[in-house]
């Protein structure tokens, strides 16, 4: 017999929370630097870089690459922050779908 567990439901402040934008944006206020010299090195507008930080957009592995090189972190790293914000996102709409 399968074990059930009980699924986590996320909150909107959760789901938010995991946005990569945070994690842009927590690196930089560690960084100590602005949305403009940032977004000029990742070759991005910045406008394009608020839209990120504000969660209105998502990272491209191109984007994730540059931030990795940028940040000196692994990709991995911003793959899996991506992932775990998408996985959220389909948790909430797969329980919207299917009410228990």
Do not use: V
Not at 43 to 58: F, M, S, T, V
């Amino acid at each position: 017999m399968a074990k059930q567990t009980r699924k986590h439901i996320y909150t909107e402040e959760e789901i938010e929370s995991m946005h990569p934008g945070k994690a842009i944006e927590s690196y930089m206020e560690y960084a100590e630097t602005n949305t403009d010299e940032l977004a000029g090195k990742l070759e991005i507008k910045p406008d394009n870089l608020q839209a990120i930080i504000r969660g209105g957009a998502g990272l491209s592995r191109s984007l994730m690459r540059r931030l990795a090189r940028i940040t000196d972190t692994p990709i991995d790293s911003w793959i899996e922050i991506q992932r775990r914000y998408e996985d959220a996102l389909n948790e909430i709409s797969d329980n919207a779908d299917n009410p228990e």
